[in-house]
């Protein structure tokens, strides 16, 4: 099994930047697709962003589109999230999460098996 841990969450003013990152252990992550997916006060959990294991194919929300980019370290076995011009949207509880079975970056959440504990983000105006 794979334990993942998000950190790098915080308050951050509109326009600003953040770099979540997402700490494995267990396994390797170069085996498993990753995906990053958020959730906000009465919302549900809905997806950001996601790699495959091959680092081919990479999707991303319509919203955070050209402001979010997803990429491995895989000599420190993270994924990181760097999050660009934020806007109040933006504030939720950011979880990483991995799916062992290729999926092909998918973007929906039941084919995650892994989940992280999740880390806050907010963007204030």
């Known amino acids: 099994q794979v334990q993942l841990v998000e950190s790098g969450g915080g308050l951050v003013q509109v326009g600003g930047s953040l770099n979540l990152s997402c700490a494995a252990s267990?396994?390797?992550?170069?085996?498993?697709?990753m995906g990053w997916f958020r959730q906000a006060p009465g919302k549900e959990r809905e997806f950001v962003a996601a790699d495959d294991w091959t680092g081919r194919v990479i999707k991303y929300a319509d919203s955070v589109k050209g402001r979010f980019t997803i990429s491995r370290d895989n000599a420190k076995n993270t994924v990181n999230l760097r999050m660009n011009s934020l806007k109040p949207e933006d504030t939720a509880v950011y979880y990483c999460a991995a799916d062992a079975f290729g999926n092909r970056a998918s973007t929906q959440a039941r084919e995650y098996g892994y989940w992280g504990q999740g880390t806050q983000v907010t963007v204030s105006s």
């Open positions: 267990g396994r390797t992550l170069s085996s498993y697709d």
